[in-house]
């Protein structure tokens, strides 16, 4: 498959079984993860495996958008020690975390699972049930299963801007 058919067959799935996911398979995940690039390759980032039960009951405390899986990765960015541009202060870490993100979720499609970027979640509170993610941004968390078999993309998930609208020739 080309990297554009993999682009075009990701969707948000929304339902996902909790049958265990192969240990070597999460191990691509995560290595896909770590191939990311990062600003200065400061690597300021942390991927939490959401993975015990009592890990997870608590994930689902901080948000309703687990969608039936077991598994699920919260990432989150470390603005101390990441590139800071020093023309305007920008500070690099989300966008760093966020390109990490980027490869897991299209590192889980590429291995026929399943997930949604969730980013409705109580950070604060999910602070407060895992102190680990204190002095974080927390970005995302990707519940990761195989798809259900009745999963299908939204009705709106083939709207896109045109290329003539998103894209300025200069
Ligand atoms: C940063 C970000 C946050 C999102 N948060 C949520 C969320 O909390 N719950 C949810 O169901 N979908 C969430 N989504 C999924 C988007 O709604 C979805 O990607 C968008 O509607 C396009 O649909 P598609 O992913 O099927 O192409 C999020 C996506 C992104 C990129």
Not at 50 to 61: G, N, R, T, V, W
Request: aromatic content about 10%.
């Amino acid at each position: 498959m080309s990297f554009l058919e993999l682009a075009k067959a990701r969707y948000s799935c929304r339902k996902l079984t909790d049958k265990p996911i192969e240990p070597e398979k999460v191990e691509r995940l995560l290595q896909a993860a770590i191939a990311a690039p990062t600003a200065k390759n400061a690597q300021r980032y942390t991927i939490w495996q959401i993975k015990s039960p009592e890990a997870f009951d608590k994930l689902k405390q901080a948000t309703p958008y687990t969608f039936g899986s077991a598994l699920a990765f919260v990432v989150g960015a470390q603005k101390d020690g990441a590139f800071d541009r020093p023309f305007d202060n920008k500070n690099f870490a989300e966008v760093d975390a966020a390109i990490v993100a980027t490869h897991l979720m299209l590192a889980i499609q590429d291995e026929g699972l399943g997930t949604t970027w969730v980013g409705w979640f109580d950070a604060p509170k999910m602070q407060q049930l895992f102190p680990e993610m204190q002095g974080y941004d927390l970005i995302a968390v990707f519940p990761v299963g195989y798809p259900a078999e009745d999963a299908k993309p939204h009705v709106r998930h083939e709207d896109r801007r045109p290329l003539s609208e998103v894209v300025v020739e200069l």
